[in-house]
């Protein structure tokens, strides 16, 4: 196994204590602030990014042995959620990866990611997940999702963004859906804000509206196209405008999670005020996941993250 930090691949322009006994509360994140104590780990989560599941064959043979791993290792890791960051499947692939998540023994959270829209699984997507969002909603705390489908403007039709969010053991978890819905080739890798009414850019600004009254470093972004600047990514212009709504609530944002690159990429101190991480896709070369165990000290959460190249 390979331990951050990690570098950013050429190729890209570009948390021990005993986990909390089952049933314990969640920490009491609203009240009046007490001084910090030492960290005690809450809970692991996991991160796994492009699957690329199209059918049968090795990119599903891949995503089986990382699901395998993760239930191997969920109990002495305090694994207890795993964030799927994107490009999970298509065609009949969407079904087949959906099949192989649904082993695991832990509530997983899927995000869309660009080659499913582009396929024109968008609806597709929704409708195959559908079971796992309502596991999410039924086993964790202040489940949201958006309305869909929802119309955008300028492209004079109905799009399915996937935007949700959901609370476990005091952190919040915003799932977001940045992938253009573009027809052009270079503009369809990029990220883009979505931003009309019904749109991800509005989601994420009423998720953060009450952001004050959370815990320090309580916050987690989850999408395929990462949230910062770079091919690939966002613009000047659009990281200006994420960074208006994450910079006045920066103590609480702890971190983004996406995908996309293919690589692993750690990027501390964006200037939106969060750490952002980028995990490599288990379909190519080395079948990689993320590992992040969450301690609490009474104040704020902290994370330590491990970078995971599982055999197969």
Not at 119 to 140: P, R, W
Not at 209 to 216: F, K, N, S, T, V
Not at 228 to 233: E, F, I, R, S
Not at 242 to 249: A, S
Request: contains cysteine.
């Amino acid at each position: 196994m390979r331990c951050v930090p990690v570098l950013l691949g050429a190729a890209v322009l570009q948390l021990a204590a005993c986990a909390p006994p089952e049933g314990e509360a969640a920490p009491d994140t609203e009240s009046t602030p007490v001084e910090a104590g030492e960290p005690e780990l809450q809970f692991a989560f996991a991160v796994i990014a492009d699957p690329h599941v199209g059918g049968e064959g090795e990119h599903a043979d891949r995503l089986a042995a990382a699901v395998a791993w993760l239930n191997d290792h969920q109990q002495e890791r305090s694994l207890e959620l795993v964030l799927v960051c994107g490009d999970i499947g298509w065609n009949e692939g969407l079904p087949a990866a959906r099949d192989a998540l649904d082993l695991l023994r832990v509530p997983y959270a899927p995000v869309t990611g660009d080659n499913e829209v582009h396929i024109g699984d968008e609806a597709a997507f929704h409708q195959v997940f559908a079971d796992a969002y309502d596991t999410l909603a039924a086993s964790t705390d202040g489940w949201r999702k958006a309305p869909l489908p929802v119309a955008e403007p300028e492209l004079g039709r109905d799009v399915w963004l996937e935007n949700y969010a959901f609370e476990h053991r005091g952190v919040r978890f915003v799932g977001l859906d940045w992938a253009s819905r573009s027809d052009d080739f270079i503009e369809s890798e990029m990220g883009t804000l979505h931003d009309f009414e019904g749109g991800t850019l509005a989601f994420l600004a009423d998720e953060l509206e009450d952001a004050e009254q959370r815990a320090d470093e309580s916050i987690v972004f989850a999408s395929h196209i990462p949230m910062l600047m770079a091919p690939g990514a966002f613009d000047v212009a659009e990281l200006s405008v994420l960074d208006g709504l994450t910079v006045p609530v920066q103590s609480k944002v702890a971190a983004s999670f996406a995908g996309h690159w293919h690589t692993d990429y750690e990027g501390p101190d964006q200037t939106g005020g969060y750490d952002a991480f980028i995990v490599d896709a288990t379909w190519d070369d080395d079948v990689v996941l993320w590992m992040v165990d969450v301690s609490f000290d009474g104040r704020a959460f902290s994370y330590a993250h491990e970078s995971i190249v599982v055999p197969w």
